[in-house]
């Protein structure tokens, strides 16, 4: 098999020839097929349309073949023809697309396992990333699919890349490295809502803490409680009171 190239959905059929093996991105005309995969999106067919012929699968497909053959064929290549392994060159290319890339996993594999024997770990590795357990100054990506983790915030805090597990598949099925930004990381739902009822904590503490200030500081304020205070010292009601008072605790002294 040095000299065949084998396209297909999935490596589970070709386990013996998997060097020989270019896997391709499922192609979803029908409505059913999107349902089929969990696609809640119009079909192509739907859409009346089909895939660009730019950047699709097949597209893609086309343009990597073009690039194998190219370099298997290379006529400045001093080895013979009939020795020449198309298995080397598609493991060339492949190590080309996220080659200069130091990724860390947080929380994608199982605790319980090894995170060298996971697909995607493999897969980092065959696209010609380097793949590490800890962090580190020459870590480019923090792959994850929660930002709550401790290597999410150290990839947020260090300007690292946090970008989500897709991205690699991606890679691998486009044959070339796909923009970051297009796989973020996203807040889970109760992540999400712990943060709002923070910040709506928060906001309410402050607009108490901003209304006792205005409250304390508020010249109007000082002005009735002076108000309040004149009329009850000069009120002759609250004089004719007091010797009501006196009178009254005389008598009850007089009486004992």
Known sequence: MSKALLFFLTPVVWQKHKENLILMERYHYFASSCRQFGFSVKSLSELMQDERGSDGALATILDVL???HTIFFDSAVETALSSRDVRQVIKRVRQEVLQGCKLVFSRVFPSSSR??????????EQLGAICSADVDSTITHVVAVD???????????????????????????RWHRQQEEDFPVKVKKNEKDK?????????????????????????????DKEDDVAPAATDPANEED???DVAAAVTDSTNS
């Open 66 to 68: 073009k690039r194998i």
């Open 115 to 124: 995170p060298q024997d996971q697909f995607i770990w493999k897969m980092a």
């Open 147 to 173: 930002v709550g983790t401790d290597k999410a915030r150290w990839a947020v805090k260090n300007n690292k890349v946090l970008v989500h597990p897709r991205w690699i598949e991606a890679s691998n099925f």
């Open 195 to 223: 943060e709002n009822d923070v910040a709506a904590a928060t906001d309410a503490a402050n607009g108490k803490v901003n209304d006792v200030v205005a409250a304390a500081t508020d010249p109007a304020n000082e002005k």
């Open 242 to 244: 007091k010797e009501i």
